[in-house]
């Protein structure tokens, strides 16, 4: 019985994007991609649920192919310090890893070393 059944709510990083997005555009979409990954990023920490785990590589994939295209040097790197905390929150340091060493602006590289000291080695 088709008829009652109900869709899955497409996810936010899977929304085709209308038209080029400007910077401030483009960081708030990458922190509604993040707010919206978070709950399944800490479910992924940890174990091997594929399903789960699919849903949150895809959407730091698509929220880092966003953040590369921002001009402003701060705006990306705030975008960029949230796809560290999404990535942390997914026990996926490497990742986190080499997008902290992306972060240029002195001020948002010590939040993230004061946040996940681990980082910083």
């Not at 192919?65 to 705030?78: P, Q, S, T």
């Amino acid at each position: 019985m088709k008829w009652f059944a109900r869709r899955q709510p497409a996810d936010i990083w899977d929304e085709p994007i209308q038209g080029p997005l400007g910077d401030i555009e483009a960081a708030e979409r990458i922190r509604n991609i993040c707010e919206a990954a978070q709950a399944g990023a800490e479910a992924v920490g940890g174990s091997a649920q594929t399903a789960k785990r699919e849903r949150y590589e895809r959407a730091a994939r698509v929220a880092m192919e966003i953040a590369m295209k921002i001009a402003d040097d701060l705006m990306r790197d705030d975008a960029v310090r949230r796809i560290v905390d999404l990535c942390m929150k997914a026990d996926d340091a490497k990742t986190a890893q080499i997008l902290f060493r992306a972060i240029q602006a002195g001020w948002i590289r010590e939040a993230v070393q004061r946040d996940y000291p681990a980082l910083a080695q």
